[in-house]
């Protein structure tokens, strides 16, 4: 077995486990409590949880340190891998924003009028200033769904997965875009098994307004569900979506995309110098 294939396993094994074991382990939740009890449940899921996260830690770790010298790199991402990794750090970071109170500017200018009594006739004069507000609206809509709640019921997750695919894109190592971008499975398969449960009311429950979105972000609003496809996204990204939140997240990723894309140039040009040239 090769050095590459090895490390292939790693990165793919320790995700897998911590997707095996979170199914496992809720989808028998129900007999598991009835046999050790409750608190004994959350115990065996926790500690059964941690190994696997550790696990994924040791394998991140091994593919960066263990693997670095001995696995052949595979060439930069393209122009187009970039711009799809962009997309991919974009859309997480967006989801991820959008979970944040709403930024607004602290200063905002406002007109009001007042009025003026004397003996003789009332005036109405017109007062603008300045004023100063938090820069963090913390105010929740006070409708069913909306914003990053019409986009997917499981933004955590997607985001997560989001924002690790696009990491992996800009990675010049086989192994390491695979483990970067597994999170992505975890999302897709750990959401749908959580509403799979729910709509058996194991550990919690779908309300009829949950089940007008949807795991896979965007479905819930395309299938039309949600009303007029394209009312729906007018009003998602005109009323509902956090702006100044999801342009910081833009930024966000075209940073890190300038960035790894430049040092990922650098790397490949560095391997490419012969040896001999190099000492």
Not at 28 to 51: K, W
Not at 109 to 133: F, G, I, P
Request: a positive charge; charged letters at 15%.
């Amino acid at each position: 077995m090769s050095h590459q294939q090895k490390a292939l396993r790693w990165a793919v094994g320790s995700w897998s486990l911590f997707i095996a074991e979170n199914l496992i382990l809720s989808e028998n939740r129900t007999e598991i409590i009835q046999r050790f009890g409750d608190d004994n449940y959350h115990a065996i899921y926790g500690l059964c949880s941690t190994v696997a996260c550790g696990t994924i830690l040791y394998s991140g770790y091994k593919i960066k340190h263990g693997f670095t010298e001995i696995v052949p790199q595979i060439a930069k991402a393209s122009p187009m891998g970039q711009a799809l990794s962009f997309s991919m750090l974009g859309l997480g970071f967006i989801f991820l924003s959008q979970s944040a109170p709403r930024l607004q500017v602290p200063f905002y200018y406002e007109n009001s009028d007042t009025k003026t009594v004397d003996h003789h006739h009332q005036q109405t004069d017109a007062l603008s200033q300045w004023k100063v507000r938090c820069p963090f609206d913390f105010h929740a809509s006070e409708r069913e769904i909306y914003g990053i709640d019409r986009i997917t019921r499981h933004s955590g997750l997607w985001s997560f997965g989001l924002i690790g695919t696009g990491l992996g894109m800009l990675s010049t190592s086989l192994p390491a875009r695979v483990w970067f971008s597994m999170p992505l499975m975890v999302a897709l398969i750990g959401g749908e098994h959580t509403d799979s449960r729910y709509r058996r009311n194991m550990g919690g429950s779908l309300t009829p307004t949950q089940e007008l979105s949807s795991n896979v972000p965007f479905w819930g609003i395309v299938s039309g569900r949600q009303g007029d496809v394209q009312n729906v996204f007018a009003s998602l990204i005109r009323d509902e979506m956090k702006g100044i939140n999801a342009m910081l997240a833009l930024g966000t990723a075209g940073i890190i995309v300038a960035r790894k894309g430049r040092a990922s140039s650098i790397v490949n040009s560095t391997n490419a110098v012969p040896s001999f040239i190099k000492k």
